[in-house]
């Protein structure tokens, strides 16, 4: 890789930074004002500030990095803590405009709908090598993350990571920002005993219930899971068509997973699809207009070429 340009500060800024810094200091300025109607937790406000400046000083020694690999690594490490720092955050918010959870209507919902809720109806198919499949793909989630950004990073170069983290990063916003809107939990605190049947696996199991048991109530409309993998499998289809396939039931057998081991409604999840298929189409608009805007200022500074 060339050497790398030392710029000014404000001129290293990219849409992304500008996206992420934004949203969290909009985060802690809800928690702020909205203080009475947090649940007890970490404060969020000092994490939010602090995350906002650890994530600008992040990716200000990763564009003094010629290494690649070391340029890849820190990026990703400062996209993925100030994605969760505002998951967190906006989760925590989720109640600042509504007394309860929505889960009843919801369901309600669903009932009407479907004549039963999905999550209760998919109890006659739970068996082990299903339920420890399905964990199995539910957990890999968190892995296939860092592999498909290394992929598109050292085989398409940075312009491509950039396009696709804030893609990404605009549908994880665009789904945490419905939290506060239309709060709802999970199937199993929404449904409680009628899911009689329990899930039963192995490894992969234990470990999906053990991320159950870690997770901060809310999240749930849309399916952030879903979402997710949704952009990363559009993502691998257009620059990696040929690891699009092997990953693709993995992906979709993970989206199964969210309704299946009762993370979401399926409203949720359907929401979470509806929601990467418009963030997909949105983001580039946007990212096209903030990079406009930062050119227009002289504030952009270019990204090194594909790495070599």
């Not at 890999?140 to 498909?148: E, G, N, Q, S």
């Not at 920002?177 to 709802?184: D, G, M, S």
């Not at 159950?212 to 993998?229: D, E, I």
């Amino acid at each position: 890789m060339e050497n790398v340009r030392r710029v000014p500060f404000l001129r290293s800024l990219r849409a992304l930074d500008l996206v992420l810094a934004l949203v969290l200091l909009v985060g802690a300025s809800l928690a702020a004002a909205f203080r009475t109607r947090v649940p007890p937790g970490p404060p969020l406000v000092p994490i939010g500030l602090a995350t906002a400046v650890l994530f600008l000083g992040l990716n200000r020694v990763q564009q003094r990095q010629a290494h690649p690999g070391g340029r890849f690594f820190l990026r990703l490490l400062s996209v993925s803590i100030a994605l969760l720092v505002i998951y967190e955050t906006w989760v925590r918010l989720s109640l600042i405009a509504w007394p309860a959870w929505q889960d009843p209507a919801l369901i309600s919902m669903e009932q009407r709908i479907f004549g039963t809720t999905p999550t209760v109806w998919l109890q006659a198919l739970v068996s082990p090598a299903l339920t420890e499949w399905l964990m199995f793909a539910y957990v890999v989630y968190f892995a296939l993350y860092p592999v498909v950004t290394a992929v598109l990073f050292f085989r398409h170069g940075e312009p491509v990571l950039e396009a696709f983290l804030f893609t990404l990063a605009f549908n994880n916003i665009f789904c945490n920002l419905f939290y506060p809107l239309f709060p709802v939990d999970n199937p199993v605190a929404g449904l409680g005993a009628l899911h009689a049947v329990p899930l039963q696996g192995w490894f992969f199991t234990a470990a999906g219930e053990y991320m159950r048991s870690t997770m901060t109530p809310g999240g749930g409309m849309p399916s952030g899971h879903v979402a997710a993998t949704t952009i990363m499998l559009l993502a691998v289809y257009k620059y990696e068509r040929r690891l699009f396939y092997p990953l693709l039931s993995v992906g979709l057998s993970l989206i199964a997973a969210t309704v299946y081991g009762r993370f979401h409604y399926l409203s949720d999840s359907l929401m979470g699809l509806a929601a990467a298929l418009f963030c997909w189409w949105a983001a580039p608009i946007a990212k096209r207009c903030l990079d406009r805007i930062l050119a227009s200022r002289g504030r952009t500074c270019p990204l090194p070429d594909r790495p070599r």
